[in-house]
């Protein structure tokens, strides 16, 4: 088991549904991030959200949008999605957002679009 | 594109056997942390190494580090079935504030 939790554990919606994936942790952790990871590669960075704020979007299209409501709180909305969007998409927390310190990862969404 | 390269891609050996990955980087670091993953879990943080250390070590866990040549190793003694997972390295390349991975060693341990 992990202290950062994601659901749903998996999820399979159609190229014209809006669905959202959370994520929580209760570390008090301060820096929380959302990547994307196709099957047999390394995870991806999307997003990084440091104090609440958004201060990394590596350039991923607009039908991905973060939110993070609180510091404990992430969720990751999507829409109009596409086929090659499916993969498993992992939160991460760490202290500060500042890639010094360790990231604890969720056990991931696992996202099918059809 | 990714910061680091490991290898081999995969490795398979026997319970018991020690087995060494291997991760190149291309640039200046903070530090570079090791992380496991067992299939279709979260990554777990193994060990970190900070870029004016040159050995850590963590139980069975042992990492090198050597900031001229722009790599690591990691060391895992005594090999249990428990093991087999992919192991990805990462790093923070200076300045940018986040982890970058590379593209992981698959290891398996056999009975």
């Known amino acids: 088991d992990t202290e950062v939790t994601q659901t749903p554990k998996h999820l399979v919606m159609g190229m014209t549904n809006k669905k959202s994936l959370k994520c929580e942790q209760h570390m008090g952790h301060r820096a929380m991030y959302w990547y994307k990871q196709k099957a047999k590669k390394p995870p991806e960075l999307m997003f990084v959200?440091?104090?609440?704020?958004?201060?990394i979007n590596e350039s991923v299209p607009s039908r991905f949008s973060p939110e993070c409501p609180n510091s404990s709180l992430l969720n990751l909305h999507l829409h109009a999605l596409q086929p090659e969007d499916s993969a498993l998409y992992l939160c991460a927390s760490s202290p500060r957002g500042d890639g010094n310190s360790p990231l604890h990862f969720g056990n991931g969404t696992r996202l099918t679009v059809t | 594109s990714q910061q680091g390269e490991e290898d081999p891609q995969a490795l398979s050996i026997q319970e018991g056997e020690n087995a060494t990955m291997n991760c190149s980087y291309k640039t200046s670091i903070n530090n570079l942390q090791w992380y496991r993953q067992n299939s279709g879990r979260g990554l777990v943080h193994l060990i970190l190494i900070r870029s004016n250390e040159r050995e850590k070590h963590s139980g069975r866990l042992r990492v090198t580090l050597d900031t001229s040549k722009k790599s690591s190793s990691l060391l895992i003694t005594a090999s249990r079935a428990a093991d087999t997972a992919s192991y990805f390295c990462a790093t923070d390349p200076r300045g940018a504030q986040k982890l970058v991975f590379g593209q992981g060693t698959r290891l398996t341990i056999n009975p």
């Open positions: 959200y440091s104090y609440e704020k958004l201060s």
